[in-house]
């Protein structure tokens, strides 16, 4: 026999994504705020710094994705900073290519460091699909029953 139909709704509704928390790394302050504008984000919650001493602290809280836009100079030292901690050595890591391309001294330094080199353009379509509004009843994992 079925079970009489009832007027109040399903408790397992879909509930909002939290907020990918994102890590923005430049070397300046005029660059960070750039990129910053530049990727155009609303829904997520950024964390921004520009030198490797701020990286450090930062490297202690977690993040679901750091955004890197550094020189070619900085880049080692500034994966290696991410990647030496228990917090976010397992994080994706996307780096902003403009300022790299061509550079001899940075080949094979994002493979090492499992960091995936990005044009601006492929920086946004893979940021856009996160900053959307969206629900998600059990894909992220976090705030699920």
Avoid: F, W
């Avoid at 709704?9 to 302050?29: A, C, G, N, T, W």
């Avoid at 921004?48 to 994705?65: H, I, K, N, P, T």
């Avoid at 976010?88 to 940075?106: A, D, F, H, S, Y």
């Amino acid at each position: 026999m079925l079970a009489p139909k009832t007027s109040h709704q399903s408790p397992l509704r879909p509930i909002p994504r939290p907020k990918l928390r994102i890590l923005l790394v430049s070397d300046s302050r005029d660059a960070l705020q750039q990129l910053h504008r530049r990727l155009r984000l609303t829904r997520c919650e950024i964390t921004g710094v520009s030198s490797l001493a701020e990286l450090a602290g930062a490297a202690q809280v977690e993040q679901d994705l750091a955004i890197i836009d550094v020189g070619s100079e900085q880049i080692a030292p500034v994966l290696q900073t991410l990647r030496e901690g228990n917090v976010l050595n397992k994080i994706p890591v996307l780096v902003q290519t403009t300022r790299l391309n061509n550079e001899v001294g940075v080949a094979g330094v994002l493979p090492t460091y499992r960091a995936m080199p990005c044009s601006h353009t492929e920086l946004q379509t893979l940021l856009r699909y996160y900053d959307e509004p969206r629900y998600d009843s059990l894909s992220s994992g976090r705030g699920v029953l």
